[in-house]
């Protein structure tokens, strides 16, 4: 699904510039990306505003990690363009349709917090134990570098059944 979003390309629609793979960075907040596909929307006053898309492979979720990846990328269009995203999509490949995502002030703080906490993470170079869950592990394109059947308990739990198994 990420092939065509993947080469990075514009083109352009009537009013509407399309980027994909588009490079994105936020230096006040020290993080940067790569967004899927931005739409360039011109406004009656010349304006472009940018409407981010990520596209996703499964459904939507019950939690906002996906909104808060888009929403990050929108603080980074708005930092480098010096304008206001009010929205995005989320497209996602199992129902094959966008979902809108309106950046508003508590998504905006989440976004805020979260950026926050993964600094802390690198910071202070200590990973919160993963939580398996074959529903969700099972699928994930990180469970090779996660392990979360073997790691996602204290390392007292693991080296005792680790011991448990010689």
Not at 17 to 40: F, M, S
Not at 57 to 69: M, S
Not at 116 to 130: F, G, K, M, S
């Amino acid at each position: 699904m990420h092939q065509r979003v993947n080469q990075a390309d514009q083109q352009k629609r009537g009013a509407v510039r399309t980027a994909r793979a588009l490079r994105l960075a936020n230096a006040e907040l020290r993080i940067e990306g790569v967004a899927d596909v931005v739409e360039y929307h011109q406004q009656a006053d010349g304006t472009k505003i940018p409407f981010p898309i990520e596209y996703k492979r499964g459904k939507p979720k019950a939690h906002r990690a996906d909104e808060v990846q888009l929403c990050a990328q929108a603080l980074c269009l708005e930092e480098m363009h010096g304008v206001a995203v009010p929205e995005g999509a989320l497209f996602y490949g199992e129902v094959r349709r966008r979902h809108p995502v309106i950046f508003d002030a508590e998504l905006r703080n989440l976004t805020l917090q979260t950026i926050i906490a993964c600094r802390d993470i690198v910071q202070t170079n200590i990973t919160p134990h993963a939580i398996y869950q074959a529903r969700k592990c099972n699928g994930c394109s990180l469970i090779d570098q996660c392990h979360p059947k073997d790691f996602g308990k204290s390392a007292s739990a693991w080296l005792a059944a680790q011991l448990k198994k010689d």
